[in-house]
């Protein structure tokens, strides 16, 4: 907690840029970014490809409290066979494990001179919650939403290349439109010719887990959208299909949608 402590009070309040969602302010220049974002969604909806993008774009560390999870189980660490249990089962890691890990990634990054960050499945309880908001500053919470079907399809059609790491989808996912929602198509993410013969699912992602994830996420996680939305920081943004659809639009909702090609002009 004091790793916590020691970098997320340090860094600014909230930024043009994380205001975003209610005006149409200008980015900020590059000397002035240190956005405090947290990205919200159900498992599989896209949280890290998302904020990994926007990572990149504003300049910020992106921390995947996932990634974290995975990098330990693969470690064999001291927490290693207690968090294979819990994750093959589907079910949430404890709070206590998820903040030890944390902290180390933040004080990693503070000694390496961060600042800054979006936060990636971290928090998902109100108790989480209240824990991040009692040591900073949270600017906004982006929470993104994807109809359940495709969700479904989607994370049962991840895939992992075992010899770069590269993450991919095989799933073509096509939902028709009904009583007033609109269709939505997400075409695969194909891994080049050499990574195609070295896909590997991950462990977790069986129909009777990804289920049973769900489930418990709308049952424990979804209340944190509340916490957020009554403390005016909750951008809900419905995902309308896959990543070029759906990317310009990000942008725009995030009033950014000029400072890409800005951004782009100037490299």
């Keep these: 907690m004091a790793a ?9 309040s909230l930024s043009s840029v994380a205001r975003g969602f209610s005006s149409h302010a200008s980015p900020p220049r590059k000397e002035e970014r240190n956005v405090q974002w947290v990205f919200l969604g159900c498992p599989g909806v896209g949280k890290g490809t998302y904020a990994s993008r926007l990572c990149n774009l504003l300049g910020v560390p992106h921390i995947a409290t996932g990634d974290l999870v995975r990098h330990e189980l693969a470690s064999n660490g001291p927490l290693s ?22 902290s180390k990634r933040l004080a990693d990054g503070e000694a390496k001179g961060e600042s ?5 499945g971290f928090p998902r309880t109100i108790k989480q919650a209240e824990i991040l908001e009692g040591v900073t500053d949270i600017d906004l919470v982006v929470n993104l939403k994807l109809q359940e079907e495709a ?3 989607k994370c049962l059609g ?3 290349c075992n010899q770069c790491g590269g993450n991919f989808n095989i799933a073509s996912i096509s939902v028709k439109g009904e009583n007033g929602r609109p269709g939505m198509v997400m075409a695969p993410l194909l891994p080049p010719a050499h990574c195609m013969s070295k896909l590997i ?17 709308n049952e424990k996680s979804q209340p944190v959208e509340g916490f957020y939305r009554s403390r ?9 299909g ?9 942008l725009q909702a995030l009033n950014l949608d000029d400072y890409e090609e800005k951004q782009s002009a100037a490299a």
């Design 151 to 153: 969700l479904l399809a």
């Design 232 to 240: 005016g920081k909750l951008l809900e943004f419905e995902l309308p």
């Design 242 to 250: 896959g990543i070029p659809e759906s990317w310009p639009k990000l």
């Design 158 to 160: 991840r895939r992992i």
């Design 81 to 102: 066979s207690q968090l294979s249990e819990i994750v093959n089962q589907g079910k949430l890691v404890s709070d206590e494990i998820i903040i030890s890990l944390l």
């Design 4 to 12: 916590i402590t020691r970098l997320l009070s340090r860094t600014s």
């Design 116 to 120: 800054g960050f979006i936060l990636d």
């Design 201 to 217: 699912a991950r462990s977790d992602d069986t129909e009777s887990v990804v289920k049973e994830r769900l489930r418990i996420y």
